[in-house]
């Protein structure tokens, strides 16, 4: 029976991809439903097609899975930010180590007969773990003010105030701004217009001091009657902090570089261990307190310190796991790049009075590699905790030559995870332990904590094989490697691409290719161009991989 648009069909739901959709198959044709678990059996209707593949939507369940739950947000489906909200929380927890453990096979190359995998680290409270959260504000439909989260893959707001993994008072915070704006007659920002004054309000609490911050991010530089909103704001038991941040680009990103002021040190404080960390609106801070306490004792535990040790921390935020290891380390060196944050490292080192620890602000990428060629700087121990994309090249080849005995990393995305594990071990270390650790119940997302240390190989073997200096690293300098954008394009689309059309799509991005890779012999030879289907494919990867 061949389906067509807007068919409803039956199917058995058999598998997950890594962005949480259900995977059910006929007669060889793949089904991409969002809300399905494994396990289901499902009624649902084609929305998509292409050639080998479809998307369908979720319409009734027949049969559920063992798996399943009831999404206790009434929002799970059209919000973005809880893909798994219909699977039983142990589930989603196997469901993310084997996300982690395919990457590092596939996509890294690694053995996964042998990979040290620990047991998953889950949450004991699954719910309102989160100490950070970014509402969008909006105009609903009968023109009234709203806030809430962004639909899945959209800009379209969900009115949703009260999200289940946030603090409660998230939401007495959303009202008290909501009054002030009507009662001043301030709107939301429009991004169709670019017309409007609150684009998105920033609340953080510190789970162990109760400070509550709140952050207005606005189109503009200062709000009408901002000392009433303070005064009704302040009156608030916690809250420490009320600034705003000035973002008038048309842009997507939430948080501009400029802060203003309304009342309070212009920061909140809090725990993690004995450490006490300040925390500024612009700084990356970890947003489960109760699971990045378990995250950076294993980084300890990985990190087999001694109280001897050199350590560096690249990619350190506001220098949270710097101040952890520094306690046991003999001098801790951290790299960040964002200034407020190496500013609230030296604050939290002053604070805790560590004196054990230096911190450079610049670009792992830079700092590193200028450091070893200038100062000849050494490390017995090297943890990194990248961003999503990973590991600059120039910064894992520095790690190499630099050559310390165990390197540490904490990771939040398993594709570049994957990348970059296999250049560390192409050039020698061995993978020994590898562990989850749940921070974002829910959600598709895990944290995974991976100790690499010199494996028992060759020297000689190494410098043949494994020079940096003689590989042709163009390919990933640009990000990604082939294998790893096929990989990524043949998950999210079913289609298989080649390296060629990987290549003239890097020509057309304006990406670098290495040398004479997949040029046309002559001009007059005849290539195959890449069909506009995996074209978009591969720019999705691209984008994926922050190459574009
Ligand atoms: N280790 C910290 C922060 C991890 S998040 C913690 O656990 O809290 C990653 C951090 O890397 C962010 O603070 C981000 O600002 C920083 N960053 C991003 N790109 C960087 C680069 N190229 N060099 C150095 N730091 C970078």
New binding site residues.
């Given amino acids: 029976m061949e389906i067509k648009k807007n068919d409803t069909f039956t199917v058995q739901i058999e598998d997950m991809n890594e962005d949480g959709a259900g995977i059910g198959k006929l007669d060889g044709f793949i089904w991409f439903i969002k809300d399905a678990v494994c396990g289901d059996r499902v009624e649902a209707k084609a929305i998509k097609l292409k050639k080998t593949y479809g998307y369908a939507r979720l319409m009734r369940i027949l049969v559920p899975s063992e798996n399943r739950v009831k999404p206790a947000c009434p929002a799970a489906r059209q919000c973005g930010g809880c893909q798994l909200q219909a699977m039983r929380y142990e589930a989603q927890l196997a469901f993310k180590e084997r996300k982690v453990q395919n990457s590092l096979v596939r996509i890294g190359g690694l053995d996964g007969g042998v990979l040290p995998f620990e047991l998953i680290i889950g949450m004991e409270n699954p719910w309102r773990y989160r100490n950070k959260a970014q509402f969008p504000f909006g105009q609903g439909k009968d023109g009234g003010i709203i806030a809430g989260f962004y639909a899945g893959r959209t800009h379209t707001i969900i009115e949703q105030e009260d999200c289940l993994l946030g603090v409660e008072e998230n939401q007495t915070i959303l009202t008290l701004i909501r009054e002030h704006m009507k009662k001043t007659g301030i709107r939301p920002y429009d991004e169709e217009t670019h017309q409007g004054l609150i684009r998105h309000v920033l609340i953080r609490k510190g789970f162990r001091t109760g400070e509550l911050m709140v952050c207005l991010v606005i189109n503009g530089r200062s709000i009408p009657g901002a000392g009433e909103l303070v005064d009704a704001l302040r009156k608030l038991e916690g809250m420490t902090s009320i600034s705003l941040n000035v973002n008038r680009e048309k842009t997507n990103v939430i948080m501009g570089r400029e802060l203003v002021n309304l009342w309070g040190p212009g920061c909140i404080s809090d725990y993690i261990g004995r450490i006490r960390y300040r925390i500024s609106p612009l700084s990356?801070?970890?947003v489960n307190p109760v699971q990045t306490e378990k995250l950076y004792a294993l980084a300890l535990e990985y990190a087999g310190l001694t109280g001897k040790e050199t350590v560096w921390?690249?990619?350190?935020?506001?220098g949270?796991?710097s101040l952890f290891l520094a306690e046991r380390a003999r001098f801790v060196y951290g790299?960040?790049?964002?200034p407020e944050?190496v500013k609230d490292a030296r604050e939290n080192a002053r604070l805790n009075g560590i004196k054990n620890v230096e911190f450079f602000e610049?670009?792992?990428?830079e700092i590193l590699p200028a450091q070893y060629e200038k100062n000849q700087i050494r490390a017995d121990v090297i943890v990194v905790?990248?961003?999503r994309k990973g590991c600059?090249v120039a910064c894992l080849d520095t790690i190499l030559k630099m050559s310390p005995q165990r390197v540490v990393y904490?990771s939040c995305d398993p594709a570049t995870l994957a990348r970059d594990l296999r250049v560390l071990c192409d050039g020698g270390y061995e993978v020994k332990r590898v562990r989850c650790v749940d921070m974002f119940a829910w959600s598709v997302h895990v944290e995974t904590i991976v100790l690499l240390s010199k494996g028992e190989v060759d020297s000689k073997k190494i410098r043949v094989e494994f020079s940096l200096e003689d590989m042709d690293m163009s390919e990933f300098q640009d990000g990604a490697t082939y294998p790893q954008i096929k990989e990524y394009v043949l998950e999210h689309t079913g289609l298989k691409v080649s390296n060629l059309y990987i290549s003239q799509i890097k020509r057309k991005c304006g990406i670098e290719v290495g040398k004479n890779y997949n040029l046309p012999k002559a001009e007059d030879s005849r290539q195959p161009q890449c069909p506009p289907e995996k074209e978009k494919a591969i720019r999705e990867a691209f984008k994926y991989f922050g190459m574009i």
């Fill in positions: 990356f801070y970890q921390d690249l990619y350190c935020g506001i949270t796991i790299v960040e790049i964002v944050a610049g670009k792992a990428e905790d990248p961003p600059d904490v």
